[in-house]
């Protein structure tokens, strides 16, 4: 019998993969490895220990910062994940029509403008803003991170609505259901693991972003990735290992702790 | 005999589909159609002639075009699924895979506010009902196909609708569950006496299942009848072909009594055929006759009808004689087989066709 095709049987194809694993890791574990470095370098190693923990944890700006991400994030996660949801229903319940192609093209422009026009424009508009009515909170940031992980929240919810039955729907309402408990008992239980996707997605996104963030914020609004980028600038010590090594952890610890509620419901 | 009440009346019930940009789809033209309380009632008719339309219409997940659709006394055209007391059971089976099969029992009874005992009561008697009672904290991707359809009909039949409609819903069993489940359906419905509705597009299974037949073709409803009546009775020529099969022969109209005719047939041979329901045809007419209820003989001296043998096909329970009559026409003559040898007729000879009293049909134009 011929072996069936099977990419792990063309040449080269360790090769290629290994050296991808190399390039995506190596330089995260190097990272990781000199966070817990004695000395003040983050090239030379001089022994283990856990100063720079210490030294993250006691800057106060950092904690700061980190606070601000995690006050942003599932804000503006929750945001977003509420409207993608109310547009992944309206997209995916109709029969096509001219015009829908446009809409997802609608809902997912901050996937296809390039992050730095947007930040721009948000710059002025909300400068404008901030002038007219005085505010100058995180609300901008939470608003401008709500509109920007709308796509990534949008996309697996509608992938979910799209392979989800109608005629479950119908039965449902066959059976005495009205519309609000259809949705409620039937629609909403079968695309949860997708909002739950779609709420890590928009989190983890929200949590990362640089661009726009530092456009919009005000002045002492960092968030962990913008005060990381200014320390960049400065002096590299391990500190900065540190702190990526926790933001690290705490990423792997988000989206583990989705796919494992995700994984319980399907 | 007191007629019984009509459970569902459709009346000139047509439904237009919209085509986008091409033309429009007439899925049901003009069909009107009485389906009487507790009978087991089918639709039957080749795919794409409307059933599942019609169905939709009555459990209302599509609105009727132009007509009116009853239930009992109630003008039901356009109210919404919910407020219908009609159940479904979908060809997909539909079952809520993120329930057990006991919550997708209880669905119904839960959505209609009743007490949770008595949810729990119901639920429980369904499940004797379809022999599941093992099964029923299990989750419904956990059972399975033949246990999935028992499930949809007892969540189905557990609000005790009025009407319970059903769209080919054995056509994904194999053919031993089918049997099973042919059984299985008409055993509930004579149990539960609730008016059945059921879909199909295999004949053997309308003719053994059910009390009336409508046969349906592009939309329309060309003859509603007991098993039997559409069977020897089929008025017009589609019906005659779709269910079984059928011996095509033309004629003129010598005479006509009650509901009988003499049929002078091109070969000059007379015969007596039934006539349709409230038809006087007069002229050319076409005349049926099923396979069985003709008999070959080797002498054509006194046959009825006189032609060649072409060839035998044995099947088993019966053999086919094909048969080319005198002025052209193929027929087929079946014979149930018995172990006697002998009697052989051999391809190539004359042989005759003889026809019993009222053997044949006269179909509608
Ligand atoms: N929602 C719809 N939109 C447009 N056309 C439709 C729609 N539903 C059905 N039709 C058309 O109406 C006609 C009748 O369809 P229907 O589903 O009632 O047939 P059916 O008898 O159930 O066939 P089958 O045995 O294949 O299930 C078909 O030509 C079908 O293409
Ligand atoms: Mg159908």
């Known amino acids: ?16 993969a290994l050296i991808c694993f190399f390039l995506l890791y190596l330089p995260i574990a190097t990272l990781v490895v000199y966070a817990f470095n004695a000395g003040s370098t983050v090239g030379t190693w001089e022994g283990f220990s856990l100063r720079w923990f210490e030294a993250a944890w006691e800057n106060t700006r950092i904690i700061d910062a980190t606070l601000r991400s995690l006050t942003i994030a599932p804000i503006a996660a929750l945001i ?13 319940r109709t029969a096509p029509y001219p015009g829908l192609t446009f809409k997802y093209a609608f809902i997912n422009q901050p996937l296809m403008v390039p992050e730095i026009v947007t930040a721009v424009a948000l710059l002025v508009v909300f400068s404008q803003v901030k002038v007219w009515t005085g505010y100058s909170g995180l609300g901008y940031l939470i608003m401008a991170h709500a509109a920007f992980c709308i796509p990534f929240a949008y996309l697996p919810i509608r992938a979910r609505l799209e392979t989800m039955d109608l005629t479950l729907e119908r039965a449902a309402a066959d059976l005495y259901a009205r519309p609000w408990r259809v949705f409620r008992r039937v629609t909403l239980p079968l695309m949860w693991p997708g909002i739950l996707a779609g709420f890590m997605l928009a989190f983890v996104v929200s949590l990362d972003d ?50 494992f509620l995700s994984r319980k419901k399907t | 005999m007191p007629s019984p009440a009509a459970a569902i009346d459709a009346r000139g019930v047509s439904k237009v589909f919209r085509g986008d940009g091409s033309a ?14 507790n009978e087991f009632f089918t639709l039957l008719g080749p795919s794409g002639c409307g059933k599942t339309t019609l169905l939709r219409l009555i459990a209302g997940f599509e609105f009727p075009t132009e007509g009116t659709i009853r239930l009992y006394d109630q003008d039901i055209a356009l109210l919404p699924p919910y407020l219908r007391p009609v159940n479904t059971v979908f060809q997909s089976y539909a079952l809520f895979p993120h329930m057990t099969v006991g919550q997708n029992i209880g669905f119904g009874l839960e959505m209609q506010d009743k007490p949770k005992r008595e ?54 069993l194999d ?34 299942m059910s009390d009336r037949i409508a046969v349906m073709s592009k939309g329309r409803i060309l003859q509603v009848g007991t098993p039997r009546d559409i069977y020897d009775h089929p008025e017009q020529r589609f ?24 049929v002078r047939l091109v070969s000059g041979a007379a015969i007596s055929a039934t006539l349709p329901a409230e038809a006087r045809p007069t002229g050319k007419v076409t005349v049926m006759v099923r396979p069985e209820h003709a008999e070959i003989v080797a002498s054509t001296a006194s046959a009825t009808l006189t032609g060649t043998l072409e060839s035998t096909v044995y099947f088993g329970t019966d053999t086919h004689f094909n048969v080319r009559l005198a002025d052209g026409t193929a027929f087929v003559v079946r014979r149930q087989n018995d172990r006697k040898e002998g009697r052989q007729l051999d391809p190539g000879t004359p042989v005759g066709v003889l026809l019993a009293e009222r053997a044949a049909q006269v179909l509608r134009d």
Do not use: C, W
């Not at chain 1, 072996?3 to 090769?15: C, D, K, P």
């Not at chain 1, 914020?217 to 600038?233: F, H, I, N």
């Not at chain 2, 059928?246 to 005719?261: C, F, P, Q, S, Y």
């Open chain 1, 1 to 16: 019998m011929a072996r069936q095709f099977s990419v792990r049987h063309q040449r080269g194809f360790t090769t290629i």
């Open chain 1, 80 to 92: 977003a994940t509420a409207a993608a949801t109310m547009a992944a229903l309206a997209t995916t």
């Open chain 1, 210 to 259: 640089v661009v726009i963030t530092e456009f919009v914020k005000s002045a002492g609004q960092d968030t962990l990735p913008t005060y990381m980028l200014g320390q960049l600038r400065r002096a590299v010590t391990p500190e900065m290992n540190a702190i990526s090594t926790v933001f690290l952890a705490l990423s792997v610890a988000v989206v583990s702790l989705f796919f």
């Open chain 2, 24 to 37: 429009d789809l007439k899925a049901l033209d003009d069909v009107s159609v009485t389906i009487r309380e």
């Open chain 2, 119 to 172: 949810v729990a009561a119901r639920v429980d008697e369904m499940l004797r009902l379809v022999r599941m009672e093992d099964l029923k904290d299990r989750l419904t991707s956990q059972i399975s196909g033949g246990q999935q359809q028992r499930v949809a009909l007892a969540r189905a039949l557990a609000p005790a609708p009025k009407v319970l409609l059903l769209d080919e819903p054995l056509s994904a």
């Open chain 2, 175 to 208: 053919l031993k569950l089918r049997k099973e489940m042919q059984i299985e359906l008409k055993r509930l419905q004579t149990e539960t006496g609730i008016t059945f509705v059921f879909v199909t597009h295999d004949q053997e299974e309308a003719l053994t």
């Open chain 2, 239 to 262: 019906v005659a072909d779709f269910i079984g099969e059928a011996n095509l022969m033309t004629g003129e109209i010598a005479a006509t009594t009650a509901d009988v005719a003499q």
